[in-house]
């Protein structure tokens, strides 16, 4: 059954703050420690059968450019899935001693009672599950995305019995799974305590380059090569704004705190952040533009890098952050109002441990009406290729072309009138 959407306010970027992250000083960067995977997810653009398990010699390397020309708080440590890399704990301890928080972005299916305890010894400092309906998963049949919340939990409360571990999940969204969002919003709001931030990741909809000719170094390349078409599409190209509009049908306060725009539109909405305050009931509001700029300010003040993922401990302190920021950020302090309302209702839920969750957005890549490609401006997950920096999601261009591709709209080429040639140049043929 088709779920109406409610008319919701217009993403105005002059609302939120811009999050400070550039290509050299950012909250994230991303190694990728191997394409090997144990699973195959609906258009995923890194082929498992390619290259395999970086050594570690390799991946120290890759280490020494990142401090050599990026500065960044977290270590995303990606692949294929980093955990079927056969030294994925030494590489966690070198992250971690070479000074960033090692984060790992996993599947989940090579995770045991046993390896994650290792991982902790060595300094993880947290996890980012990817669990949808785009991966067919031996541990969770599922059609609709509720049906995944059960492993989901599984996995939260298994970090959580560890303790003081970062827990994160991603789900990619296309118009087929667009209406499933609030089923993993509500998900995500009762289990609070343990599930510290979700991440909606718009597919990159093949239908959005349709219309465009795509060349390397000159050359003509087909755009089939970085945008498949598979029965996860739903054929409209989705915004930011889609996936707000959905999680307003069920929280009707959702307002973001922060963001980053694209390199070419900058009122696009690349990286949407937004925090609420919640008892996993109620939620209670959200924090504002302010809010985040004392945050990520005071962070770089005291430690010199924006900060990105934080620590259980610093996530359970929502009833001491909502009057701390109250004079300065409006969000915290209508969050603040509402807890002092609900409060009154109920005085037993001044008991009640008021948690900060974060609920993310990130919008693929896309392409404007002259062929620019809009890609996400001090993107988190740049990465590390023949000693240069790139953006990861891009990658493959790179390894196939050397460089990425350049975009032509299609009826730009079929209206460009044929070179005439000149009577000279024919006689010169005869």
Not at 280 to 309: C, D, E, I, P
């Amino acid at each position: 059954m088709l779920q109406k959407v409610v008319s919701s306010k217009k993403l105005n970027p002059h609302n939120y703050y811009r999050l400070p992250w550039s290509l050299t000083d950012n909250g994230i960067s991303w190694l990728e420690v191997t394409t090997k995977c144990n699973l195959a997810c609906k258009g995923c653009y890194r082929d498992p059968n390619k290259e395999g398990h970086k050594t570690m010699e390799e991946i120290r390397e890759e280490l020494n450019i990142f401090q050599a020309k990026r500065k960044s708080d977290c270590m995303s440590i990606a692949g294929g899935d980093p955990l079927v890399h056969p030294q994925i704990v030494e590489i966690v301890a070198m992250v971690k001693e070479m000074g960033w928080k090692p984060i790992l972005n996993t599947n989940g299916l090579a995770l045991t009672l046993k390896l994650l305890k290792q991982l902790k010894k060595a300094g993880v400092y947290g996890f980012t599950f990817h669990i949808d309906t785009t991966q067919v998963r031996g541990d969770s049949k599922a059609t609709f995305e509720k049906e995944h919340n059960q492993l989901r939990t599984q996995f939260a409360k298994m970090l959580a019995d560890v303790g003081g571990l970062s827990c994160s999940f991603n789900q990619t969204v296309s118009e087929r799974t667009l209406t499933q969002i609030p089923d993993t919003v509500n998900w995500a709001k009762e289990n609070a305590d343990i599930v510290h931030s979700i991440v909606f990741i718009i597919y990159r909809e093949p239908s959005m380059a349709s219309d465009m000719q795509f060349f390397a170094g000159g050359k003509e390349v087909p755009s089939a090569e970085s945008y498949n078409n598979t029965d996860f599409c739903g054929g409209r190209i989705l915004k930011t704004q889609d996936v707000v509009d959905q999680i307003r049908t069920i929280d009707p306060q959702y307002d973001p705190c922060g963001y980053l725009n694209g390199t070419v539109d900058p009122e696009s909405f690349k990286w949407t952040l937004a925090i609420r305050a919640t008892d996993k009931k109620k939620v209670h509001g959200y924090m504002g533009a302010n809010f985040m700029q004392v945050v990520q300010s005071a962070n770089h003040f005291f430690t010199g890098r924006w900060l990105s993922y934080c620590g259980p401990s610093m996530l359970k302190i929502g009833k001491t952050t909502m009057p701390l920021l109250a004079p300065l950020d409006r969000g915290a302090r209508k969050s603040l109002f509402n807890f002092a309302k609900n409060t009154l209702k109920n005085p037993l839920a001044l008991l009640k441990r008021v948690n900060l969750q974060t609920i993310a957005i990130i919008q693929a890549v896309d392409f404007m009406p002259d062929g620019q490609i809009n890609m996400c401006d001090g993107c988190p997950d740049i990465t590390v290729y023949n000693g240069e920096l790139y953006w990861s999601c891009r990658l493959e261009e790179i390894k196939e072309h050397g460089c990425f591709y350049t975009a032509v709209p299609r009826a730009k080429l079929a209206s460009k009138p044929a070179k005439k040639t000149s009577a000279k140049k024919i006689k010169e043929r005869v």
